[in-house]
């Protein structure tokens, strides 16, 4: 056998952030479940009415049927994201999504059908040994070390995600040359404006040359996602320049819920560790206890071993030193960008942070623990 | 772990991504592009103005129609209401005389409004009056020209 697959298929780790991620899918999945519930209640059931499906017609379920396949999904979302037998649960949910497309196309949207893929992975990977509500008891650090080899499947389908979508766009000569952007800009120029984008910044956008060249910013953007997520080196800028990408579509056009479905899928990008970086501040300063707390509760990915210190020569005159992986001391700017880069919530001022960081090495020790 | 579950893992990744090439590099062959994860694809509108092809006194004309309804008048008299939206409850696809956003590309649209034409026509009840529906779909691709594309749909008697 090969090296590298086999050590990607017996690859253990953490699987705390599967746990998490499984449970923000989820929400995603009850959430789609729901928006069906509405249709079917507003505007009939779509089998009744016009549909183009991609099954035998005589595979559409009648109504009756139907209604009980959405509680079904319900209940299923609820057992994902509570971590109730949530792989099973996973598993049928992405069935479920995937019937449901394949009896009305019209259904059929890149989000959701992303969503359908990554339910289907996920169900293969250990994510029920975190964030499981039902049972917390069973989710000790020990017992979360389980197989990554699905996880890893999981990130090479977002990096897929983006292969598709920018290399259409390369193939395409109006995307290439900014048509579809510009006439983007051009038609939706007045919604900007009433948001109250200065009018010369609108009218910069709807330019041939500025539109051609945001076109090709875009599709260099989702091919150096696609390849650039898989490099240890590349990552954590990928994740970053990803994480603006999609914060600017979210403001800027309606796309459901991929947004937040793509940057719930990168925290499987995340080493599969916790608790690796140590973050001790001083317990009689209170503004070093509040900065605890407040890293505490943002700390989703569990990155942070947060412990009050007794102060020490290296430690005196902070209220907080964070030992990163390497043993190496930041604080001051240094432990800030540290913390941008490991708080979900504060990860897009991370780049900025850690550049203005990067020019001075006050909050740099050389110490090492 | 004995080699035969690395096996099934791996065999289990090139069937997954196996599948996803094969959807994602037929994508253009549909018009919708369904399963290929195009985001964007397309900056493209599309406007739909619907008429009915009627005989009056054994004359054959064409009618407008707004908004998707129009009525007729049965041979006791009585009138008729007929609708568009009775067979198709879809937004985009029932929006007349008005320039929309054609989700998913102009292609997709046009197929969409063409079969939503043809199930309409399907499902409409004779009213002794109508021969058939008329579809003009304007579309612009990308702020380029205007394609202009008629259906017809003839009513079953």
């Not at chain 1, 497309?101 to 059908?113: E, G, P, S, V, Y």
């Not at chain 1, 945001?214 to 953007?221: D, G, N, S």
């Not at chain 1, 499987?268 to 503004?287: E, K, V």
């Amino acid at each position: 056998m090969i090296n590298g697959p086999r050590r990607w298929a017996l690859e253990l780790g953490d699987t705390y952030v599967l746990g998490l991620v499984r449970a923000l899918i989820g929400l995603f999945l009850f959430w789609h479940a729901l928006v069906l519930g509405q249709d079917l209640s507003q505007h009939g059931y779509f089998g009744d009415a016009f549909h183009l499906p991609i099954l035998p017609e005589s595979w559409v379920l009648p109504l009756r049927w139907y209604a009980t396949l959405l509680a079904i999904r319900v209940i299923l979302a609820v057992m994902v994201t509570v971590g109730h037998r949530a792989r099973y649960a996973l598993f049928f949910s992405a069935l479920l999504s995937l019937y449901v497309m394949l009896c009305d196309r019209i259904q059929l949207h890149h989000n959701r059908f992303a969503l359908a893929c990554y339910a289907f992975l996920l169900a293969f990977t250990p994510c029920d040994r975190s964030f499981k509500i039902t049972a917390p008891e069973e989710t000790s650090a020990s017992s979360r070390v389980g197989p990554l080899w699905a996880q890893r499947l999981v990130q090479l389908q977002c990096c897929l995600v983006y292969l598709a979508s920018g290399g259409a766009k390369l193939l395409d000569p109006d995307w290439r040359d900014g048509s579809v952007l510009g006439d983007r800009f051009f038609r939706y120029g007045y919604q900007a404006d009433s948001y109250g984008v200065p009018a010369n910044l609108i009218h910069l956008f709807q330019q041939p040359f500025t539109a051609g060249l945001l076109a090709k910013l875009a599709i260099a953007t989702e091919l150096f996602l696609a390849f650039a997520l898989l490099s240890k080196r590349t990552r954590i800028f990928a994740l970053w320049w990803g994480t603006m990408f999609h914060l600017t579509i979210q403001v800027t056009s309606k796309v459901e819920i991929f947004t937040w479905l793509t940057l719930s899928i990168y925290a499987l990008f995340a080493t599969p560790d916790t608790l690796a970086r140590r973050l001790s501040f001083d317990p009689d300063n209170p503004r070093a206890v509040f900065t605890a707390r407040f890293v505490a509760l943002l700390d989703w990915l569990a990155r942070f071993d947060i412990q009050p210190w007794k102060p020490d020569q290296l430690k005196r005159g902070h209220a907080l030193v964070i030992t990163r992986r390497d043993g190496t001391h930041a604080t001051g700017l240094a432990a800030f960008a540290m913390c941008t880069r490991c708080l979900p919530l504060l990860f897009p001022l991370w780049a900025p942070v850690a550049f203005v960081a990067s020019f001075t090495r006050k909050g740099e020790t050389s110490e090492t623990a | 772990m004995p080699d035969t579950v690395v096996l099934a893992r791996v065999a289990f990744a090139l069937a997954w991504f196996g599948v996803q090439a094969a959807l994602i590099s037929t994508a253009g062959d549909r018009p919708d592009a369904a399963f290929g994860f195009r985001m964007f694809s397309e900056s493209s509108t599309i406007e739909a103005h619907l008429t009915r092809t009627v005989v009056h006194a054994g004359r054959t004309v064409e009618l407008p129609v707004e908004d998707g309804t129009w009525t007729t008048r049965e041979p006791t008299g009585r009138g008729h209401n007929c609708s568009w939206h009775d067979r198709v409850k879809e937004r985009i696809l029932a929006t007349f005389d008005r320039t929309i956003p054609a989700s998913y590309s102009a292609a997709a649209q046009v197929t969409r409004w063409q079969a939503a034409l043809a199930d309409v026509a399907l499902h409409l009840e004779p009213d002794g009056e109508t021969r058939a529906l008329n579809l003009t779909l304007t579309v612009h691709r990308n702020g380029h020209e205007a394609v202009v594309t008629h259906a017809s749909a003839v009513v079953t008697p």
